[in-house]
């Protein structure tokens, strides 16, 4: 049973930082691409970053780009997005995603197995 908690989320003032954490149980860790994805009230939800299973490939979407980092500890089974200069835009539920393959990917269907998400919420 593949199971992704994710914490970290909460409430910061724009301009702040916040650190996202998503640990991992029930697969073998290095094995698969991971993601961050969020999703805002009456929006769909977005890719924010991903990494190959190795951690050396990562992708970072536009709208964050310059301002989140993705990284991950295979030997902690954990993947991290560092949020730094936090926008009011940034405010939505975050989503931790583990994917099928090892190579790098940024649409959701290619994630079957989603943590239940963490709120983040920037005040202006």
């Known amino acids: 049973q593949v199971q992704l908690v994710e914490s970290g989320g909460g409430l910061v003032q724009a301009g702040g930082s916040l650190r996202l954490s998503c640990a991992a149980s029930?697969?073998?860790?290095?094995?698969?691409?991971m993601g961050w994805f969020r999703q805002a009230p009456g929006k769909e939800r977005e890719i924010v970053a991903a990494?190959?299973?190795?951690?050396?490939?990562?992708y970072i979407a536009g709208p964050v780009k310059g301002r989140f980092t993705i990284s991950r500890d295979n030997a902690k089974n954990t993947m991290y997005l560092q949020m730094n200069t936090l926008k009011a835009e940034d405010t939505a539920v975050y989503y931790c995603?583990?994917?099928?393959?090892?190579?790098?990917?940024?649409?959701?269907?290619?994630?079957?197995?989603w943590g239940q998400g963490t709120q983040v919420t920037v005040s202006s």
């Open positions: 990494c190959s299973a190795t951690g050396r490939i990562t």
């Open positions: 995603a583990s994917s099928g393959s090892d190579g790098l990917e940024i649409n959701p269907s290619s994630y079957p197995y």
């Open positions: 029930g697969r073998s860790s290095g094995t698969y691409a």
